[in-house]
């Protein structure tokens, strides 16, 4: 029997609310990889909709339990960071990506809609470009591609700017670079996931659903990481997995389910292994 992958991630724990680990461990498990969790930092909930959140920063904990993972040895197949509070914390994720051979998947959690959000600033920007600088693939949602690149953020971008875009992102990381959450003027009803390859940029159009969806880009990134792992090329994963997060976004927005919650996951985590559906492929050059 092959050993079971295993994938250490390093993201935020909300203890009410789909999102971060929450979401990260349950879709890693199911796609049959062991999640080892380091916790940057606990909240009591999603920070969006739910008043006062509390919030216990873990920069220290962070340090010692991945020193402490490296002693055991635990083996690591894949590392995948989200939400980092901190220039120090990017530091220490920094450190532990030389530690590795292996991949290494960021997503450069910052901002959304055209603006970092509220503890970030300047110096964060630059340290998370420096950490861009070390990993595998990088998942940034359009906002936070334009900051990585000292941008502003577009409304909706045409298929010759989604493809300088992605040439832009590809000088500033060896791996490769999906955008998520981008508009494309072809497709104003349509939510875009932008890519390339070695056959050249593509977009996948999933259709754009009502309200705003806390999580999904845990979701997306999650189900790309797995597909990696597993062996599949770039446009297979990139595929699968905004086929799974429009999946969740259609069976919560049917339910009538509260979308500050998050995503139904529960309910389309037994379709991980499901053929892509609902969704288009498109190149963009």
Known sequence: MEPTLNVAALHDLACYGRCSLTCVIPILSAMGIKVCPVPTAVYSSDTGGFGPVYAQELTEAMRRILDKLCAIPARIDGIYSGYLGTPEQLTVVSDYFDR?????????????????????DARMVDTMRALCKKASVITP???????????????????????????????????????????????????????????????????????????????????????????QGLPQAVCRAAAFVSRCMTDTVRVGAPVREGVLLERALPHLADAPRGIETVALE
């Open 100 to 120: 590795f051979d292996c991949l290494k998947v960021v997503d450069p959690v910052m901002g959304d809609q055209g603006a970092l959000y509220s503890a970030f």
């Open 141 to 231: 949602n359009l906002t936070e591609a334009s900051f990585l690149l000292g941008r502003e953020t577009p409304a909706s971008l045409t298929r010759a700017q989604a493809v300088e875009l992605l040439s832009a992102l590809h000088e500033l990381t060896p791996g490769d670079a999906v955008i998520t959450s981008a508009a494309l003027a072809d497709f104003p009803d349509s939510v875009c996931t932008l890519a390339r390859d070695d056959q050249g940029a593509f977009a996948v159009i999933a259709p754009r659903l009502p309200g705003h969806f806390p999580g999904t880009g845990d979701v997306f990134t999650s189900v790309l990481t797995g597909a990696l792992l597993s062996g």
